[in-house]
Nanobody, 124 residues
């Protein structure tokens, strides 16, 4: 089992920045990829960014959000710059075992472990 704990959410004005952190514990050697998803009220959960053998970010946040990973600390980060009101959502950290192919995993179905979520609210 893997446990994920997110931190760093909050309220920020449009144009501001936040950094989310997600610390993994437990059977961390089983983790291949880590990613971030978000879910706004009334909307489906959507892919934001992932780190596997490489990194990938959704087009909606490309150039503004950056994912990074510290394997020594079993921690993944999401640096969010130039935030917009439409970025308001609950952000979830997720971890995936190796699924038989390398790269980055952008499908929620590839992830086995999920954090509790961190609220990010961007005011206009």
């Amino acid at each position: 089992q893997v446990q994920l704990v997110e931190s760093g959410g909050g309220l920020v004005q449009a144009g501001g920045s936040l950094r989310l952190s997600c610390a993994a514990s437990g059977h961390t050697l089983s983790i291949y990829a880590m990613g971030w998803f978000r879910q706004a009220p009334g909307k489906a959960r959507e892919f934001v960014a992932a780190s596997g053998s490489s990194t990938n970010t959704a087009d909606s946040v490309k150039g503004r959000f950056t994912i990074s990973r510290d394997n020594a600390r079993n921690t993944v980060y999401l640096q969010m710059n130039s935030l917009k009101p439409e970025d308001t959502a609950v952000y979830y950290c997720a971890a995936a075992p190796f699924r038989g192919y390398s790269g980055t995993y952008s499908r929620a179905a590839d992830y086995s472990y999920w954090g509790q979520g961190a609220q990010v609210t961007v005011s206009s």
